[in-house]
């Protein structure tokens, strides 16, 4: 714990004395316990270890038990009230975090009231009665939501991309899917001429295969969160002829006109139909929840809560570490979006991805190869947790490093008895077969060195084994930079470790 000395470093640091003067009238004062220096401010909050002021020299936050707090707002010593603000994104925060608010409260064995249309969620202390926190979600724009987060008008931000200058955790995660009309003709959309469609460069169904009808582009407004982020997908803006305010108004006028189009969260598709993307080779691209996590469909997009450059209060910083629990994580899935857990899936449900790899088999996969793979996937399950690395590095990616702490946790606490795990490495197909297996080999074996890393304390008989199969098991199409990023990856496959091999 921070002690008042250090507390007194900060102000030395900051050229302040004892007895500050000068400042407009304050609500609180705060005193050191010998007297020896007291500064005054404004109050902005106390989660029983810390006060946060507003001083005229900025925010500080102290520790409580080396200061005597004097003037109006001083709160009581005990128990105090956690407010827990969140604002942004308002279809998703409309959808989970009421959810998990009681959720959190179950789980703490707190009495739950739900917010209403004027009042927060309320936490009470079932034994004593008193109120512990108020938890609340207000939709805003992004800027908006961020500026106050840092003018301590919200504790947390719900957005669809990152903020460099905030400390963000993933959520969840959806699916950006496109919609049509339940009698739509089209089958399924290839993801470039979506993105044609989506930039404005497609204005009759015929130029991408479909009927010669006019094509009408549905979309939010360019400045919503949404069209940000899907802007930042395709590198364009998104050009709508038709705008809507919501998601829920823009499903539903899709669903009523045969020739309309969008693109809006798997989570919202409402009664329009989702409509079937490859890549532009042919290749399906499936927003299954495993696709998902394992980051193989091109448009999942996360969804971050950001925190300010401060300390929150306990009860919210106990909120984010709920969070990452599995009845956190049931609630997230039980609202449509994807959860974070690691997801695991028979090889045999994944048939058509092994049907698309033998129709794209370069000229150097030999047969053999391909049998070789499936032999392997005979039994086994695949896992959410993939390995890819930044372009043009050696270094894993963000996703991968969230991936590779999962993997330790669930090896640490043999949540993989009676099965041996696999580092299955792959690459693109864009060089000759065999540098390709060894680059892919090479990728398997630096995620196992990180993993050792990571989890030092693990014996070698409980690290997976490696295999490498170069280009044989392609994701997504070469033509493509997003498509040979895809290709390059390592797997985790789940084999019965059979006569307690492991």
Sequence with gaps: MVTFLRCAALFAALGLAS?????????????????ALSIEGTLQGYDGEFYRVLSPYGPLTLDAEGVICEGPACPSLTAPKATIRILGAAEPG?????????AFAESRGLTFAPATASTPAILTDPTTGQVLAEMSFAPAPFDAARAALLGGRAELVLARAPA???TGVVLASDALVPIVAPDNPMPRIASTALARVLAGEVTNWSEIGGPDMPLVLHALAPDSDLGKALAARIGKDVVGQVTHSDLAGLALAVSRDPWAIAVTG???SGPARVLDLTDSCGFPLSPSPLAVKAADYPLTLPLFLDRPPRRLPLMAREFLDFLTLPRAQAVIAAAGYVDRAAEFQPMTADGLRLLSAIRGAGADVALADLQAVAAIMDGAERSSLTFRFQDGDSTLDA????????????LETDAFKGKTPILVGFSDGSGAARTNLQLSTARARLVLAALKTAAPGLPEAALPQ??????????ACDE??????????VELWLRPAFGGGG
Excluded at 480 to 489: K, W
């Design 399 to 410: 996703a991968a490093q969230d991936n590779l702490t999962a993997l330790a946790r669930l």
């Design 94 to 102: 409309a959808a989970l975090m009421p959810a998990l608010f009681a």
């Design 19 to 35: 007895g500050v003067s000068g400042a407009s009238a304050q609500d609180v004062t705060l005193t050191a316990r010998d007297g």
């Design 164 to 166: 460099p200058d905030l």
């Design 480 to 489: 493509t930079v997003a498509g040979r990023h895809l290709n390059r990856r």
């Design 466 to 475: 490696v295999m490498a199969f170069g280009e044989a098991l392609p994701m």
């Design 266 to 268: 798997r989570a919202q």
